[in-house]
């Protein structure tokens, strides 16, 4: 496990790509918007 | 030019820098408004209310509850990759100045009080497991697992707990928007008491929300031991002295912790060794086994 260490961090890069790339083909990112644009009343104790 | 650069590379500077960067449209704090453009689509990596009016970027913790728990049910691939990206670069390292919630702590524990706090070895020990039970509950389990009737759910960690949250947004767009104003109940006491506790703790103990609520935090924390940002200690010139830990903002053992997951990068513990025996960079592993073997040899 230790001799595998040092590859980890360029396989974590690796799947941060392929999830990144995913998210994006599957418009994730439409969600974060919606959400992130309009006020989050539950964020803010209102909701 | 040398003294400007080392201005400019302080870690309140830079902290206060990028807290202004992710929070730069200000004319919305006086307006009881947020900003509504295409970049809120994109996660900062600290912990920073979407709805600041300043922010600019989204929360990765709140879209993380949004992907989780809302309609178009399914794994958060897009949030998820950010976070591993975000860690697999720096590690806690955006929480030691990355953070704007970080740095309103930083900033709070420089008041001059009386005493200030420590926890405890055993008991901070076993209260900095908190913060992975908060991420696991309110992050990741009641989003995906409490729908309503329409199938959406709520981001219960922002809804019950987050100060950042209440600080960031709840406070000014109650103060500047009449008509949340009028919509302040029970639950809005909740979070202002909550989070005036918090940043009262944040007085007299270092870093508290981050030692044990932070579920930002507790995500980054996986990556510590295998992010290309890395910390190391040279065992050749630790004297053991000490003077490491008594700096560390996060309490932590140095000369046994360095690079551990409550370590947050800030470099306190390196700038303050009289040996230079703890070294940081996105090559530090590399050169500190280089290190070892020449001493070794």
Same mark, same amino acid.
């Given at each position: 496990?230790?001799?595998?260490?040092?590859?980890?961090?360029?396989?974590?890069?690796? *799947? @941060?790509?392929?999830?990144? =790339? #995913?998210? /994006?083909?599957?418009?994730?990112? *439409? @969600?974060?918007?919606?959400? =992130? #644009?309009? /006020?989050?009343?539950?964020?803010?104790?209102?909701? | 030019?040398?003294?400007?650069?080392?201005?400019?590379?302080?870690?309140?500077?830079?902290?206060?820098?990028?807290?202004?960067?992710?929070?730069?449209?200000?004319?919305?704090?006086?307006?009881?408004?947020?900003?509504?453009?295409?970049?809120?689509?994109?996660?900062?990596?600290?912990?920073?209310?979407?709805?600041?009016?300043?922010?600019?970027?989204?929360?990765?913790?709140?879209?993380?509850?949004?992907?989780?728990?809302?309609?178009?049910?399914?794994?958060?691939?897009?949030?998820?990759?950010?976070?591993?990206?975000?860690?697999?670069?720096?590690?806690?390292?955006?929480?030691?100045?990355?953070?704007?919630?970080?740095?309103?702590?930083?900033?709070?524990?420089?008041?001059?009080?009386?005493?200030?706090?420590?926890?405890?070895?055993?008991?901070?020990?076993?209260?900095?497991?908190?913060?992975?039970?908060?991420?696991?509950?309110?992050?990741?389990?009641?989003?995906?697992?409490?729908?309503?009737?329409?199938?959406?759910?709520?981001?219960?960690?922002?809804?019950?707990?987050?100060?950042?949250?209440?600080?960031?947004?709840?406070?000014?767009?109650?103060?500047?928007?009449?008509?949340?104003?009028?919509?302040?109940?029970?639950?809005?006491?909740?979070?202002?008491?909550?989070?005036?506790?918090?940043?009262?703790?944040?007085?007299?103990?270092?870093?508290?929300?981050?030692?044990?609520?932070?579920?930002?935090?507790?995500?980054?924390?996986?990556?510590?031991?295998?992010?290309?940002?890395?910390?190391?200690?040279?065992?050749?010139?630790?004297?053991?002295?000490?003077?490491?830990?008594?700096?560390?903002?996060?309490?932590?053992?140095?000369?046994?912790?360095?690079?551990?997951?409550?370590?947050?990068?800030?470099?306190?513990?390196?700038?303050?060794?009289?040996?230079?025996?703890?070294?940081?960079?996105?090559?530090?592993?590399?050169?500190?086994?280089?290190?070892?073997?020449?001493?070794?040899?």
């Amino acid at each position: 496990m230790n001799k595998l260490r040092p590859y980890l961090k360029y396989a974590l890069l690796l *799947l @941060a790509a392929a999830f990144l =790339a #995913v998210g /994006i083909l599957r418009q994730e990112y *439409l @969600a974060v918007l919606r959400k =992130a #644009v309009m /006020i989050c009343l539950e964020c803010i104790g209102i909701g | 030019m040398k003294k400007i650069w080392s201005f400019l590379t302080k870690r309140p500077v830079i902290q206060g820098f990028w807290a202004l960067f992710t929070n730069s449209r200000l004319g919305n704090f006086f307006n009881g408004a947020i900003y509504t453009g295409d970049l809120k689509a994109v996660c900062v990596p600290g912990l920073n209310c979407y709805s600041c009016p300043g922010a600019t970027g989204a929360c990765p913790i709140g879209a993380l509850q949004a992907q989780l728990g809302g309609w178009k049910r399914g794994f958060a691939f897009y949030t998820a990759g950010l976070l591993i990206l975000f860690g697999a670069l720096f590690g806690r390292l955006i929480c030691g100045f990355l953070c704007p919630f970080g740095f309103i702590q930083d900033l709070l524990y420089r008041i001059k009080t009386k005493k200030k706090l420590r926890v405890p070895n055993k008991l901070d020990t076993r209260l900095r497991y908190i913060k992975y039970a908060v991420l696991a509950v309110f992050v990741i389990i009641l989003p995906i697992f409490l729908v309503s009737e329409y199938g959406v759910s709520t981001p219960w960690f922002c809804k019950l707990i987050c100060p950042a949250g209440t600080l960031e947004g709840g406070v000014p767009l109650v103060l500047g928007n009449p008509d949340l104003r009028a919509s302040v109940g029970l639950l809005y006491a909740w979070k202002i008491t909550l989070m005036l506790a918090i940043l009262t703790l944040c007085v007299f103990l270092s870093r508290a929300f981050c030692k044990y609520l932070c579920p930002l935090g507790a995500i980054y924390s996986f990556f510590n031991r295998s992010s290309f940002y890395r910390m190391k200690l040279d065992e050749g010139r630790c004297t053991r002295c000490g003077a490491c830990s008594r700096v560390c903002p996060m309490d932590i053992d140095v000369p046994h912790d360095l690079d551990g997951p409550e370590c947050i990068r800030c470099q306190e513990c390196k700038h303050i060794c009289p040996h230079g025996a703890i070294r940081s960079d996105f090559a530090a592993g590399i050169k500190h086994k280089e290190a070892s073997g020449h001493a070794a040899d």
